[in-house]
């Protein structure tokens, strides 16, 4: 029998990290084509920051409760779905609502958790590999044998990004603030890690490159790291920004995009459609979810927090000294 409310973090106002206050509220329903999950944990992303402080409001229809990951159990199925039943252990891409003890999902939406996967290392590969998988390998085509630049590699999508980008065959570099972070790079896999605090990652890469520069970058800094970036990048490379945490504006020399052939793209995950998010989750099953499962792939948990703690979780994120992914315990 599921309850008739439940107990959720609400964004009281937008603010610091304080707004973030419990409360209860009305269980959701299982529309049609979704499913009700019994969250066990819920991941911490950037865009839960923004939200909080009001500068990503959740799309049309989604849930004004922050939360974009899951995991936990299978408690009621909406119309039609067919591919789940009762009790399976799923990890989840939300719109919004993942900070709560239940959140209604795309069942597309869902993927199997391992045997041996705990729910909180569960909850927090949903955002960052489907965030990696579009980003990194359909909008920038890395291929086995090519170099990769990721920025933030001691974040949650960069330490995402390092394993999966080696355990596909690809040369990886990884920028990130200091010896302890670089450290922790180079052990997920990473072939140089650059601190940006002491190194110019310009010279870095042309130095281990010959010159030649990276196939694809993934970067989440902007500003002054945009014609950077150009720098970096070889003959029909590919640079594709997920975040502009410097801002987007930045004066650049155009000519080398076009003389070298080069790619500047980029996307945001929470707005896109439905199915949009249901062929990326079909793309992870089929290429990334056996890495997971063969242990290949897996999250770097930093810490966990129960979710009343809600704030005290939003504060290290804020404070940009965590290694690998923050995640909330329900």
Same mark, same amino acid.
């Given at each position: 029998m599921l309850p008739?409310?439940?107990t959720?973090?609400?964004?009281?106002?937008?603010?610091?990290?304080?707004?973030?206050?419990?409360?209860?509220?009305?269980?959701?329903a299982?529309?049609?084509?979704?499913?009700?999950?019994?969250?066990a944990?819920?991941g911490?992303?950037?865009?839960?920051v923004?939200?909080?402080?009001?500068?990503?409001p959740?799309?049309?229809?989604?849930?004004?409760?922050?939360?974009?990951?899951?995991?936990?159990?299978?408690? +009621? !199925? @909406?119309?039609? %779905?067919?591919?789940? /039943?009762? $009790?399976?252990s799923?990890?989840?891409? *939300?719109?919004?609502? &993942?900070?709560?003890?239940?959140?209604?999902v795309?069942?597309?939406?869902?993927?199997?958790?391992?045997?041996?996967?705990?729910?909180?290392?569960?909850?927090?590969?949903?955002e960052?590999l489907?965030?990696?998988?579009h980003?990194?390998?359909?909008?920038?085509?890395?291929?086995?044998?090519?170099?990769?630049?990721v920025h933030?590699?001691?974040?949650?999508?960069?330490?995402?990004?390092?394993?999966?980008?080696? +355990? !596909? @065959?690809?040369? %990886?570099?990884?920028? /990130?603030? $200091?010896?302890?972070?670089c450290?922790? *790079?180079?052990?997920? &896999?990473?072939?140089?890690?650059?601190?940006?605090?002491?190194?110019?990652?310009?010279?870095?890469i042309k130095?281990?490159?010959g010159?030649?520069?990276?196939?694809?970058?993934?970067?989440?800094?902007?500003?002054?790291?945009?014609?950077?970036?150009?720098?970096?990048?070889?003959?029909?490379?590919?640079?594709?920004?997920?975040?502009?945490?410097?801002?987007?504006?930045?004066?650049?020399?155009?000519?080398?995009?076009? !003389?070298?052939?080069?790619?500047?793209?980029?996307?945001?995950?929470?707005?896109?459609?439905d199915?949009?998010?249901a062929?990326m989750?079909?793309?992870?099953?089929?290429h990334?979810?056996?890495?997971?499962?063969?242990?290949?792939?897996?999250?770097?948990?930093?810490?966990?927090?129960?979710?009343?703690q809600?704030a005290e979780?939003?504060?290290?994120?804020?404070?940009?000294?965590?290694?690998?992914?923050?995640?909330?315990?329900?």
């Amino acid at each position: 029998m599921l309850p008739p409310t439940m107990t959720c973090i609400e964004i009281s106002t937008p603010g610091d990290c304080d707004v973030l206050k419990p409360a209860t509220r009305p269980l959701p329903a299982a529309g049609p084509g979704q499913v009700l999950i019994k969250v066990a944990a819920a991941g911490i992303n950037r865009p839960d920051v923004l939200q909080r402080q009001g500068a990503y409001p959740a799309p049309p229809g989604a849930s004004d409760l922050p939360g974009l990951e899951v995991s936990g159990t299978i408690a +009621a !199925l @909406g119309q039609g %779905v067919t591919q789940w /039943a009762l $009790g399976d252990s799923v990890c989840a891409l *939300c719109a919004g609502g &993942g900070y709560a003890e239940y959140v209604a999902v795309d069942a597309r939406h869902c993927l199997p958790i391992p045997d041996d996967l705990h729910f909180p290392d569960a909850a927090a590969l949903p955002e960052t590999l489907f965030t990696v998988w579009h980003n990194v390998f359909e909008r920038g085509g890395l291929k086995a044998g090519e170099k990769f630049l990721v920025h933030g590699g001691a974040s949650g999508i960069g330490t995402t990004a390092i394993q999966l980008a080696k +355990a !596909l @065959g690809a040369k %990886v570099f990884a920028t /990130a603030g $200091g010896a302890a972070k670089c450290e922790a *790079c180079v052990k997920l &896999g990473a072939d140089r890690a650059i601190d940006y605090q002491t190194e110019d990652f310009v010279e870095v890469i042309k130095a281990e490159c010959g010159g030649k520069g990276v196939d694809v970058i993934l970067d989440m800094v902007g500003g002054d790291y945009l014609p950077r970036n150009v720098k970096c990048l070889g003959f029909d490379g590919r640079l594709v920004n997920i975040a502009f945490m410097k801002g987007p504006v930045a004066e650049m020399n155009m000519m080398p995009v076009m !003389l070298r052939r080069l790619t500047l793209t980029g996307s945001t995950l929470r707005p896109q459609s439905d199915d949009a998010k249901a062929r990326m989750a079909q793309g992870l099953r089929q290429h990334v979810w056996p890495l997971v499962a063969a242990g290949s792939v897996r999250p770097l948990i930093h810490a966990e927090f129960p979710l009343a703690q809600a704030a005290e979780a939003h504060r290290l994120m804020e404070s940009n000294t965590h290694v690998g992914k923050i995640v909330l315990t329900v």
